[in-house]
Nanobody, 113 residues
Framework: VQLVESGGGQVQPGGSLTLSCQAY????????MGWHRQAPGKHRELVAT???????NYERFMKDRFTISRDGPKNTVYLQMNNLKPEDTAVYYC????????WGQGTQVTVSS
């Protein structure tokens, strides 16, 4: 499964970004897709996941600002991020899990004034 992220960039605190993860496969056959992130000097951490049945799971401190969604016909998963904070600065990785886990290459998000 090839995953390609896009939509990262630099944004000011309080701003918004939408990340996209294009999967080069039919994601309707993949049980779980989602996003993790890794900030400099820190471990990779969960951001959000979504199942093929549209059930979502969020890291608890992100749930009120981030929204994950998946578009089956487009084989794409999105992460809408609002009210971004400097501590959200990280490389964001897309993942697909179905018996094993595949990862994208990551997209950088920088929140800075």
């Amino acid at each position: 499964v090839q995953l390609v992220e896009s939509g990262g960039g630099q944004v000011q605190p309080g701003g918004s970004l939408t990340l996209s993860c294009q999967a080069y496969t039919d994601i309707r056959s993949i049980n779980v897709m989602g996003w993790h992130r890794q900030a400099p000097g820190k471990h990779r951490e969960l951001v959000a996941t979504i199942t093929s049945g549209q059930s979502t799971n969020y890291e608890r401190f992100m749930k009120d600002r981030f929204t994950i969604s998946r578009d089956g016909p487009k084989n794409t998963v999105y992460l809408q991020m609002n009210n971004l904070k400097p501590e959200d600065t990280a490389v964001y990785y897309c993942l697909a899990a179905h018996g094993r886990t595949w990862w994208g290459q990551g997209t950088q998000v920088t929140v800075s004034s």
